[in-house]
Nanobody
Framework: EAQLVESGGGLVQPGGSLRLSCAASGFGFSTTTMYWVRQAPGKGLEWVSIITNDGGDTYYTDSVRGRFTASRDNAKNTLYLQMNSLKTEDTAVYYC????????RGQGTQVTVSS
């Protein structure tokens, strides 16, 4: 059974940084394109980033491009999201997922950006 477990969220001031992690198990992580998606309060799921199975290509939604960096360690079955220059509008629950709409995702980790 596929399992995704996110961690690393927390409360941070605007301009700060956080690094999220996602531990994957129960499926072929190294052959799977992975996604980060988020859900802000009162809003639907929004894809944030895409990283191909080998980590060679990454894509970002416009609002985070240049501030967020997705990476992965296939030897450790782990996905990462480095988030820099955080803004209040980045406040959301962040999920790793195996599809861009988050059909198969973890339980999420809360990121709150506030002064």
């Amino acid at each position: 059974e596929a399992q995704l477990v996110e961690s690393g969220g927390g409360l941070v001031q605007p301009g700060g940084s956080l690094r999220l992690s996602c531990a994957a198990s129960g499926f072929g992580f190294s052959t799977t394109t992975m996604y980060w998606v988020r859900q802000a309060p009162g809003k639907g799921l929004e894809w944030v980033s895409i990283i191909t199975n080998d980590g060679g290509d990454t894509y970002y939604t416009d609002s985070v491009r240049g501030r967020f960096t997705a990476s992965r360690d296939n030897a450790k079955n782990t996905l990462y999201l480095q988030m820099n220059s955080l803004k209040t509008e980045d406040t959301a629950v962040y999920y790793c997922a195996t599809d861009p709409v988050g059909t198969r995702r973890g339980q999420g980790t809360q990121v709150t950006v506030s002064s």
